[in-house]
């Protein structure tokens, strides 16, 4: 009788020995695949998340007054509106979601409100990104809460700042901030109303995760914007960067604490369960060697077992992780969802890897079972 035939005569004989080691690998395989299924829309949704909380990079002019700046929210000083060009012809740096702004305090209506001009966001990635911001045609104003709620103003409406007429695209929601009392224009309209034409007076910007962890970040985004821009100088707000930084290494250190558990229960858990079969059938074992049965054969008989078990447990467990991640993932990442899908390179991994992992489980139980002196076991019988 040939090793295969023998394997699954084992199976069917030892039924339940077979479905809890197959519930063990299927249960790895299933975590495995659920967890790294879920991987990618969990790290896109804490990037979304992340980037939401706002630009934690203000790029100004180095001649800026930083006591206006501090005390004004802007500076007085300005650069060409072409400098954020000079960004995008670089590649591996730690600036991106560029957007170049022109903003100021003006009288108008009989109170002070600030005006900000906003051009299209620029990214320095290769890969398209989504706008931070909403993109503002010329001719248009979105208007902070504040001022909407006491002036009357919604979409539609018409109103002018010297001289320049702007019809009202959107009341914005209320923010808490100097935000509700701003206008904002396309940077165009902006620069024509504050007599600026060419110009910006800051650049806000988000750093990107791919710095070197060994230095200091605002060293090296000095050091870059001084190849790049000289003319100008980086502030970072710290807060948001720490608390980008902490919910990353947060996510990535849950995902590297989670799976090496799982794995290792799983592992125990089947080797425990070979170890268990083999001291049942000891009895069994020796009367095999005893008619001759090589070790090598009987160890066959057993690892062929975990393997065949890592086959099936495999393609299970993919089938079921991935059932998990596609019914519960979209309630949990609601913003990525759509990023969600079958991984079916995680199936042929799981397929090469869950048998090796299968067989080294049951590694040590084979060995007792092939290592037993058979006349011994007999006599003990």
Not at 282 to 305: D, P, T, V, W
């Amino acid at each position: 009788m040939n090793i295969l035939s023998l394997i699954f005569k084992e199976m069917a004989h030892r039924k339940i020995n077979f479905l809890l080691s197959l519930l063990a690998v299927a249960t790895a395989v299933a975590f495995f695949v659920a967890f790294s299924t879920t991987g990618t829309a969990s790290q896109n949704e804490t990037t979304r998340i992340q980037r939401d909380i706002g630009y934690n990079l203000r790029i100004i002019p180095k001649e800026a007054d930083m006591d206006q700046f501090w005390s004004e929210g802007y500076s007085e000083a300005t650069i060409p509106a072409d400098a954020v060009d000079r960004f995008t012809s670089q590649r591996g740096i730690s600036y991106t979601h560029l957007l170049a702004t022109l903003q100021r305090k003006i009288d108008w209506r009989d109170r002070t409100v600030l005006l900000t001009g906003i051009a299209s966001e620029v990214s320095t990635e290769d890969k398209k990104k989504s706008s931070m911001i909403f993109e503002i045609e010329p001719g248009v104003a979105y208007v902070g809460f504040h001022l909407a709620q006491t002036m009357g103003l919604d979409k539609g409406n018409e109103i002018e700042i010297e001289g320049k007429k702007l019809t009202v695209e959107r009341a914005l929601r209320e923010s808490g901030s100097v935000d509700d009392i701003r206008i904002y224009t396309s940077l165009g309209d902006a620069q024509e109303i504050l007599n600026q034409p060419g110009r910006i007076n800051e650049i806000k910007a988000l750093e990107c995760l791919c710095r070197d962890p060994n230095r200091d970040s605002i060293e090296i985004l000095r050091e870059e914007l001084e190849k790049i821009l000289p003319e100008a100088q980086v502030v970072k707000i710290e807060a948001i960067a720490k608390a980008r930084e902490s919910q990353r290494l947060m996510l990535e250190g849950y995902f590297a604490l989670v799976m090496p558990i799982v794995v290792i229960v799983c592992a125990i858990w089947i080797g425990t369960l070979a170890m268990v079969n083999t001291r049942e059938r000891r009895n069994e074992i020796g009367i095999m060697r005893a008619l001759g049965y090589q070790s090598a054969r009987i160890a066959a008989l057993f690892l062929g077992k975990a393997v065949a078990i890592g086959l099936i447990g495999a393609v299970v467990g993919f089938g079921i992780g991935t059932w998990i991640a596609m019914t519960f993932g979209p309630g949990i990442f609601k913003i990525t969802a759509k990023s969600l899908a079958p991984n079916y390179q995680l199936l042929w991994f799981a397929l090469a890897a869950a048998p090796p992992f299968a067989a080294l489980s049951s590694f040590i139980p084979a060995m007792v079972a092939v290592t037993d002196d058979p006349a011994v076991t007999l006599r003990e019988e």
